[in-house]
């Protein structure tokens, strides 16, 4: 079956760096994203890997490792209005998304 | 219009009723898509459309239905509602040309079913 996982909650300092991992089984793969979710919004999108490698864009970065079906989120220079959902989400051979439940990040000051 | 609408912005409806979701899109994308989002899953596609005219259903189709008469509009029908259809329900749309897979949202409709 596909299966995206990623830990439901993580705290984090105002400041400080926070890395989001998730984890991927899928029937094909068509690149993974990631996209941020405010309470009561709609998600926004974050990025978008398709080949193994680092994506950096300002203080977030994406990371993809496809032999591992592996991902994870680096957020640097923690700020109080990154306290969101994060939602990873795997497109698969039909060009369908997959989601996560989203990592809850809460961000202490 | 800029991007994805949805209407209502939430509603509060009595089981049994008919309820149709509204969803207009003015980026001439070709693929659109409704979901709804309960707490503690993740977003759960309901139905799919990759072209006008075409249709198809996703994860949780029953109970749901769409249509796709046009590119810019897809209506998301309930035909007999339920209490587990409560839920937050967001419209998507992603362009099928260019190398952006991206998917952009509208702001959701929250739906109560008593």
């Known amino acids: 079956g596909q299966n995206i996982d990623q830990p439901t909650e993580m705290t984090a300092t105002e400041g400080a760096i926070v890395q989001i991992n998730c984890t991927y089984q899928?029937?094909?793969?068509?690149?993974l994203f990631w996209y941020q979710q405010h309470a009561g919004e709609a998600p926004t999108f974050l990025s978008y890997?398709?080949l193994d490698g680092l994506e950096e864009k300002g203080r977030f970065s994406s990371f993809l490792s496809r032999s591992k079906g592996y991902s994870y989120l680096l957020l640097k220079e923690l700020q109080m209005k990154d306290s969101a959902s994060y939602l990873c989400?795997?497109?698969?051979?039909?060009?369908?998304?997959?989601w996560g439940a989203g990592t809850k990040l809460i961000i202490k000051p | 219009i800029a991007g994805i609408t949805q209407a209502p912005t939430s509603q509060i409806l009595a089981a049994g009723r008919r309820m149709t979701l509204r969803c207009t899109q003015d980026?001439?994308?070709?693929?659109m898509y409704w979901y709804r989002q309960d707490l503690g899953l993740g977003l759960r596609l309901i139905h799919y459309?990759?072209?006008?005219?075409?249709?198809g259903k996703g994860e949780v189709p029953d109970g749901y239905s769409v249509s796709r008469a046009n590119t810019d509009d897809f209506p998301l029908t309930l035909a007999s509602a339920v209490p587990s259809q409560t839920s937050v329900y967001f419209c998507?749309?992603?362009?099928?040309?260019?190398?952006?897979?991206?998917?952009?949202f509208g702001p959701g409709t929250r739906l109560t079913v008593l």
């Open positions: 899928t029937s094909g793969f068509n690149g």
């Open positions: 890997n398709v």
């Open positions: 989400a795997v497109m698969d051979s039909n060009y369908q998304l997959i």
């Open positions: 998507a749309s992603r362009p099928t040309s260019g190398s952006s897979n991206e998917q952009f």
């Open positions: 980026m001439r994308h070709n693929a």
């Open positions: 459309s990759n072209t006008a005219g075409t249709t």
